[in-house]
């Protein structure tokens, strides 16, 4: 490996109770590098990266900065050593502002007193520029998209001039042209000196930016390469011990009747009415049938989802279920009808935090339970052990808190919940953000499974490879509309990613597709 070694972490061992999530781990962060963490949610990634930014410190092993040795007490030390983290779940304050989020903790002040606001705004605006994201600087976090509150988490670790920069799937939520910023400004944090530290469950993006590359597995650090020596199948048979198309779920070949019609709808862009996210879209969805939404952040694919399930209101067009419209009732009707969603944002729409595993699987189907005005806790207790069981959470128990699974077993509780309503028609929105390559794989054979018993899918994905992996037909969007259409079995990856505008074409092999 080529880069002075900047931190080192010797035989790092961390023990929660009964559980091992690190064992004896030895690991370098080299200056100007991109080192990038593979592996399966619970693998060790996300606590070796806490103790190296000072939120965890080790049962067992040591840290050295510079080659001497540090003792991190917490994330004051760490910031002083200018090693900062972006973390997995975003932790910003909603109802601060851009400005105030970034400089929470380490504001400007004039004479050591009064908060320079003017300064912080100004500072507030150049990093903006760099991720290319024009916010003013006064609005609040709560008004802002996912992925804008995901560049801002990122602004703010840009703005504490770190030599050590880690970061904990900053993508999960972020377009293509987002992720090529993001790029860009890494390159040029590189080019300075900074050391990087990369993980993502989006491997061939992390991929792209790789110098070198480590593989998690158990708490053990299992394999490790120069950007020469790795590829995806390295990467896959590293994590888990198979190849990338053993990943790929096996799909019906022949459907039944249309479950789903979707026709001329359009739909009000939310965060401005006057303009349209949804534009006179028609698509049908049958029996047995798993179709893909594919397009970039903001192609109206999130607002298509929400509207057909009644968390926006169509302005024009009709959403039929079996034949039978859909359109003016609420969210829980439609639910009653057959209709679920899996939202985009499992923390903030998809579970309850206060809640238990079990609380959270059978929220969508209470009244199931209920005779008489009142709870059947039986019942409801045998259907969420069957509900663990049939999309199999990884789990102590219905009663451990939701907040101590992984992410990829959580979005199993989302759409173990949505299956416990018996629907007919299944709708995800980037049912995989944020979890590893093996918990994907479980949540595209859910996906295929249900398909088989007859319901059909409908998912939206920003990621090429799911799109032609897992599903039976690829609709593009741009802009609200269609704009092509593919079968998986024959599409090239770059037709389909120039049809969304995600790259370009010369014109005459533009002028071949018309």
Partial sequence: ?????VMRAVG?????????????????IRR???TVLFGENGAGKSTLMKILSGVETPTAGTLELDGEPLQLRGTVDAVEKRIAIIHQELSLAPNLSIQDNIFMGRELARGGLIIDSRTQAAQTVELLARLQEPLDPRTLVADLRLGQQQLVEIARALAGDARVLIMDEPTSALSGSEVEVLFGVIHDLTSRGVAIVYISHHLEEALEIADHAVVFRDGELVARGDRDEIDINWVIANMVGRSADDLNPDLLETFGEPVLEIDGV????????S??????????????EIVCLYGLM????????EAVAGRLALRDGDVRLKGVSVKGLDVRRRIARGLALVPEDRQRDGLVQTMSVGENLSLASLLDFVRGGFLRRGPERASVDAGVRDVRVKTAGPQASITSLSGGNQQKVVIGKVLMTQPDVLLLDEPTRGIDVGAKAEIFA?????????????FATSEIGEALGASNRVIVLSKGRIVREFDPRTAERDDVMVASGETHQDPEEEAAHR
């Fill in 446 to 458: 859910l996906m295929a499974r249900e398909a088989r018993r007859g319901l059909g899918v409908l």
């Fill in 1 to 5: 490996m080529t880069g002075e070694v």
């Fill in 32 to 34: 100007g590098s991109v």
């Fill in 298 to 305: 903001g192609a109206g694919r999130t607002e298509l989802l």
């Fill in 275 to 288: 303009r349209l996210s949804v534009d006179r879209l028609s698509l049908t969805v049958r029996a047995g």
């Fill in 266 to 273: 359009s739909v009000a862009d939310p965060s401005n009415p």
């Fill in 12 to 28: 790092i061992t961390k023990v929660y109770g009964a559980t091992r999530a690190l064992k004896g781990v030895d690991f370098e």
